[in-house]
T-cell receptor, first 111, second 115 residues
Framework: GNSVTQMEGPVTLSEEAFLTINCTYT??????LFWYVQYPGEGLQLLLK?????DKGSNKGFEATYRKETTSFHLEKGSVQVSDSAVYFC??????????FGTGTQLKVEL | EPEVTQTPSHQVTQMGQEVILRCVPI?????FYWYRQILGQKVEFLVS????????KSEIFDDQFSVERPDGSNFTLKIRSTKLEDSAMYFC?????????????FGEGSWLTVV
C-alpha cells in the first residue's frame, strides 16, 4: 500500500535559517504529493502540491520538487520566520481518493 | 474563501455514549472525508463518501462508526458507543473532483475527549 516517511522532529531553527524537511514515499502508479501545515490550535491547511514528476510546488517561500527517481518530496525554505512554527505533514494521493499522511514534523523557529 | 466548517470544536463525552460530529463541506464539492488524529500521532483516514454512499473506509471505521449526509449541506460522523481510545481530533474534509491531484480541504477539527 501507499506510505509516507518524514524525518523525525522536532526541528528547532533560528530565524532566517535554511529549512529542509525530508519526505519519501512508496506508492503504486503516479501519486500526487502534498505538504500540509498545522499551526498551533488550527486545522490542516494545504501548503503546496505537485501532481507529476519534476513539478515544483511553491507557496509562502516554501518549495518542494516531485522527484520520481528518488521517490522524494522534500520541503525547503530559504529563510524561516517565527511565524513558520507549526507541524508539517507530507502526504500523497494515489490509486484512490484518500490522502495518506506522514507522521508530521514539528518545526520551532526561535529568535 | 470557501471553507469546511465543523461543530462542535470540542466535546467531552462519557464512555459508551453516542457522539455525532457535524460538518458542512464546501458547497460545490462532491467528495467528503473523515480523518482522525490521536494526540501526537499521524493523521489517519477513516472514510470517504461520494454520491450518497461510502466509497472507501479504513480498518478503523468499524461498526461503531457511521456517516450520513442527511441533507444537501451537512455531513455527519456518528460514533455509536464511544471508547476511551476514540479520543482524538476528528477532521472533516472535502474536494471537488475524483482527480487525485485535486486539493482536499480540511476543517479545523472537532476535538473529542472520551472519559
Amino acid at each position: 500500500g501507499n506510505s509516507v516517511t518524514q524525518m523525525e522532529g522536532p526541528v528547532t531553527l533560528s530565524e532566517e535559517a535554511f529549512l529542509t524537511i525530508n519526505c519519501t514515499y512508496t506508492a503504486t502508479g503516479y501519486p500526487s504529493l502534498f505538504w500540509y501545515v498545522q499551526y498551533p490550535g488550527e486545522g490542516l491547511q494545504l501548503l503546496l502540491k505537485a501532481t507529476k514528476a519534476d513539478d515544483k510546488g511553491s507557496n509562502k517561500g516554501f518549495e518542494a520538487t516531485y522527484r520520481k527517481e528518488t521517490t522524494s518530496f522534500h520541503l525547503e525554505k530559504g529563510s524561516v520566520q517565527v511565524s513558520d512554527s507549526a507541524v508539517y505533514f507530507c502526504a500523497l494521493t494515489g490509486g484512490g481518493n484518500k490522502l495518506t499522511f506522514g507522521t508530521g514534523t514539528q518545526l520551532k523557529v526561535e529568535l | 474563501e470557501p471553507e469546511v466548517t465543523q461543530t462542535p470544536s470540542h466535546q467531552v463525552t462519557q464512555m459508551g455514549q453516542e457522539v455525532i460530529l457535524r460538518c458542512v463541506p464546501i458547497s460545490n464539492h462532491l467528495y467528503f472525508y473523515w480523518y482522525r488524529q490521536i494526540l501526537g500521532q499521524k493523521v489517519e483516514f477513516l472514510v470517504s463518501f461520494y454520491n450518497n454512499e461510502i466509497s472507501e473506509k479504513s480498518e478503523i471505521f468499524d461498526d461503531q462508526f457511521s456517516v450520513e449526509r442527511p441533507d444537501g449541506s451537512n455531513f455527519t460522523l456518528k460514533i455509536r458507543s464511544t471508547k476511551l481510545e476514540d479520543s482524538a481530533m476528528y477532521f472533516c474534509a472535502s474536494k471537488w473532483t475524483v482527480d487525485s491531484g485535486n486539493t482536499i480541504y480540511f476543517g479545523e477539527g472537532s476535538w473529542l475527549t472520551v472519559v
